[in-house]
């Protein structure tokens, strides 16, 4: 996939699905800017004055904690929509934008059940429900703007080894979890980009699981 000239924003980029992302991105020819999971209008502004513009913004950043969930709530699914909401006035083509892409790294979790993350759980759903209802709002403006969603499924990351201390009222799930783990298998965050890179541009609403989680 060329991407010559394209310039893409992606969170949570330091590790992870975030950094392979990049990694690709950069790869195919786009220009890369990483930013902290706390997103700000002034990071895009100042990314938009420097390249001139934004074409892919790549929401990852997302955390697993059934402890702290106020802030699994805020990183997941507020991050997400602030991300989203900010960008679009630097997208829109109804007010001098080039339109764009927006790429939410969702989770199995948000097409599915995880028992023992009811917090995680919802508010993957919440990015899912987002992405579809916004990917229909962008088409019924005429924003030019296409939404997305990756939905993988166990990935090994710093944030997949870290569940089993952050199940909290349900840590007596934990077995469960690893069965579920062991039956559907665990893949490299690189092999589960590299499958999901050349869909990304696809037109409509694209919720990917890909081998061996279909």
């Known amino acids: 996939m060329a991407l010559n000239g394209k310039t893409a924003v992606v969170t949570g980029a330091a590790m992870g699905i975030g950094r392979s992302i990049a990694e690709l991105l950069l790869q195919n020819g786009a220009k890369v800017v ?23 913004l790549v929401n990852n950043a997302g955390i697993f904690n059934e402890i702290t ?17 900010l960008v679009i006035e630097h997208m829109n083509k109804l007010t001098g934008g080039r339109g764009g892409v927006i790429i939410n790294v969702a989770s199995m979790a948000g097409i599915g059940v995880l028992s023992c ?17 916004f990917a229909a709002a962008s088409v019924a403006s005429g924003y030019g703007i296409r939404m997305n ?12 080894s870290s569940i089993k ?11 469960a979890n690893q069965e579920l783990i062991e039956k ?3 893949l490299t965050e ?19 699981l890909p081998a061996p989680f279909s």
Do not use: M
């Open 34 to 56: 990483t930013v902290i999971p706390v997103v700000s209008q002034a990071a895009f502004q100042k990314t938009v004055e420097t390249f001139g513009g934004i074409d892919i």
């Open 69 to 85: 969930w106020e802030k699994t709530i805020a990183i997941n699914l507020g991050g997400c929509i602030r991300g989203s909401y």
């Open 117 to 133: 993350s009811p917090v995680y759980t919802a508010t993957k759903h919440g990015v899912v429900g987002f992405t579809q209802a």
């Open 149 to 160: 969603a990756l939905c993988p499924g166990f990935v090994q990351t710093d944030l997949f």
């Open 165 to 175: 201390s952050k199940l909290g009222q349900f840590s007596n799930l934990a077995d």
């Open 184 to 186: 559907l298998g665990v």
């Open 190 to 208: 690189r092999l589960y980009v590299c499958a999901c890179f050349k869909q990304w541009c696809r037109k409509n609403i694209n919720l990917h």
